[in-house]
RNA sequence: UGGGAGAUCGUUCAACGGUAGGACAGCAGACUCUGACUCUGCUUAUCGGGGUUCGAAUCCCUGUCUCCCAGCCA
């Protein structure tokens, strides 16, 4: 039975944001001809993460709500640093979290010949110049934000020459950093990014796509607003960290005279006790703090897909949290929301015991075997029921049993009778215990045969129905239990290698309900009273392995931790 | 002590000169063969100071705080 089973639970309608009232407005201006084309522009340098699927959501939800079109184009200018293993990712995380972007499949190195061309342009028309200047003296003549920079001593070079130099700089004549070729704009701009800013760089580094066949690559910013432009881009939609870099953009589309998208920034997302820094992610990856990129834990989409979290809770929560300019950090708890939202409305209920203690009922007939029926999911009859084997001796989950229970626990403990789900009420008896550690052991329970599958014909109540497996038919699984890898709020934003959570990957050997034996992986299940788990790839017949996705709230743990404040 | 941007419940988004609203979180109940789900109710906010106005979160002035920028990264 897998979520697939039943249907999907419904999108609600996007609030409104900003970036929505403009494109609202230019439509209604006739700008850029009525026509809506975003893209979104991963570099191929690490791993998709929810931070991307924000941007991912908002370029092509934008694009599909106003009947335009989203392009998925990699930002592929810097060869050292991205590989094709991360192209595959990409396009597969996008896929998967359900966006098309049909033929329009681009990378910004499919356009470096006319980027050439166009820095020729440039370098013709005077605006542009090959300086010799090391990267080092580069910084000097910057200046600092409160004193203008100096012009580059090659400044005033003829066209005649530049184009001589650049022309052997793609010829591969200079070696790495000798050279860079550079926009004539102002040295005294208060914003450094039009201080003569660089537009290619030597690099002898073979490029993913493009091989050896250049060792000049052009800058970012030099590459993204053309790109844009060469695509049609109406809307470009980045971050707020290149709000500085605006002029710049709009300054190369200026001066080469071509299409002029619109940049506008928005905030990126923060989560709290989540680190979104690719460069960090890789670190934990290369330091083998976590398995690999699709880690469970990991807050990449490969690695909240192998955990279990749906595309669909993904998309809602993006579709939520709201656009703006505001910088800020949105709550664990609603990406949690949202994610138990959908798993609830879709998730086939399993009985499983992650922490399992035994328990025998003392007056049930030895070697005997019932199949009881038990419900797939509560609101959705149509997934149908399924038989649980039922026998002597159970397994319960640990923390359903108190030999002394606190004020308000009303599961089981000496005495005191309970409901076994879709089963019957079993009191307890007397328990078993260690003479040594006086850790619980056993369970003795006895059973009301009356209250077969659950209810009692003289209408008694029990304060508690709690889960169970048949030891005997039970299978045996590795639930693997995960929280925040970091401790910090921020994510342990300067030294987040200290603020590591040494508990974010915990491996308990549980028992399940044998009607799970072949759902292949990926498969996600609520564990009823517990959380959503899904079937790991590490699984097999022989050890099925569950990652837990989220746990189920549990008003219970609130109270028990508000009674004894230690925590 | 340059430039750019931003400040509204604990968090986040809204209110676009006319009753500060929603979501999450929290708290208290109801319901329940999942202490889940669902439902009900409650608490809590306009960064400070001046103006303009019948009326200001919104407009003006001023101050404060936060974030980003000195890669041949994106």
């Known amino acids: 039975m897998s979520i697939d089973a039943a249907p999907e639970s419904a999108e609600t309608p996007k609030p409104s944001n900003f970036i929505r009232d403009i494109i609202l407005q230019d439509l209604q201006n006739g700008k850029h001809g009525g026509r809506v084309h975003t893209r979104f522009p991963p570099e191929p340098n690490g791993y998709l993460h929810i931070g991307h699927a924000k941007s991912i959501c908002l370029n092509f939800g934008l694009a599909q709500e106003f009947g335009g079109k989203c392009n998925l184009r990699f930002d592929d200018t810097n060869p050292s640093k991205e590989e094709t293993e991360y192209v595959d990712s990409i396009i597969e995380d996008v896929r998967w979290l359900g966006f098309d972007w049909e033929d329009r499949l681009f990378y910004a190195s499919d356009y470096f010949e006319q980027l050439h061309d166009w820095a020729v342009q440039l370098i013709r028309a005077g605006k542009a110049f090959v300086c010799d200047l090391t990267a080092e003296q580069v910084r000097e003549y910057r200046g600092t934000p409160n004193e203008p920079g100096k012009e580059s001593p090659y400044r005033n070079r003829s066209v005649e020459e530049n184009l001589d130099l650049f022309a052997r700089m793609r010829a591969g004549e200079f070696p790495d950093g000798s050279r860079t070729l550079r926009t004539k704009i102002d040295m005294a701009s208060p914003n450094f990014n039009l201080r003569d800013p660089v537009m290619y760089r030597i690099l002898h580094a ?28 109406t809307h470009s939609i980045c ?98 929301y949202y994610l138990r939202e959908d798993l609830n409305a879709r998730a086939a209920r399993v009985m499983a015991v992650v ?45 359903d049993f108190r030999e002394d229970p606190p004020k308000q626990y009303y599961r089981l403990s000496p005495g005191r009778e309970v409901r076994l789900r879709y089963a019957y009420f079993i009191t307890c008896q007397r328990v078993v215990k260690d003479p040594v550690t006086g850790e619980v052991l056993e369970i003795h329970c006895t059973y009301d045969p009356a209250t077969r599958g659950g209810n009692a014909p003289d209408g008694r109540k029990v304060k508690s129905t ?34 590591l959570n040494p508990n974010s990957l915990v491996k308990m050997a549980g028992k399940i309900e044998p009607s799970v034996r072949t759902a292949p992986a990926g498969t996600r299940y609520q564990f009823e009273r517990v959380g959503y788990f899904c079937i790991d790839p590490d699984s097999s017949p022989a050890g099925l392995v569950f990652n837990r996705t989220v746990a189920l709230r549990d008003t219970w743990a609130k109270i028990d931790k508000a009674q004894k404040p230690k925590g």
């Open 206 to 233: 073979e490029h993913h796509r493009t091989g050896n066949q250049w060792c000049i690559y052009p800058m970012y910013d030099y590459t993204h607003g053309e790109s844009d432009s060469i695509e049609g881009i």
């Open 239 to 336: 971050t707020l960290e290149f709000e500085d870099h605006r002029p710049l953009y709009d300054w190369y589309v200026e001066n080469l005279g071509i299409h002029h998208p619109q940049q506008i920034e928005f905030d990126r997302l923060n989560l709290t006790n989540t680190m979104l820094s690719k460069r960090k992610l890789l670190m934990l990856v290369q330091k083998g703090i976590v398995s690999g990129w699709n880690d469970p834990r990991m807050p990449t989409l490969s690695g909240m897909r192998r955990r279990g979290y749906s595309p669909e809770a993904i998309r809602q929560f993006c579709a939520n949290i709201g656009v703006s300019k505001t910088n800020g950090i949105i709550e664990f708890s609603l990406l949690e």
């Open 355 to 399: 922490d399992p203690i035994k328990v025998i009922i003392d007056n049930y007939p030895e070697g005997e075997t019932e199949q009881l029926e038990a419900v797939n999911h509560p609101d959705h009859p149509e997934m149908g029921n399924r038989l649980v084997p039922f026998s002597k001796t159970l397994y319960i989950e640990r923390d």
């Open 466 to 499: 709690i889960h169970w497996v048949s030891a005997e038919h039970a299978l045996d699984m590795e639930a693997r239990i995960y929280e925040n890898l970091f401790l910090a709020e921020g994510g342990g934003d300067d030294d987040f290698l200290a603020s």
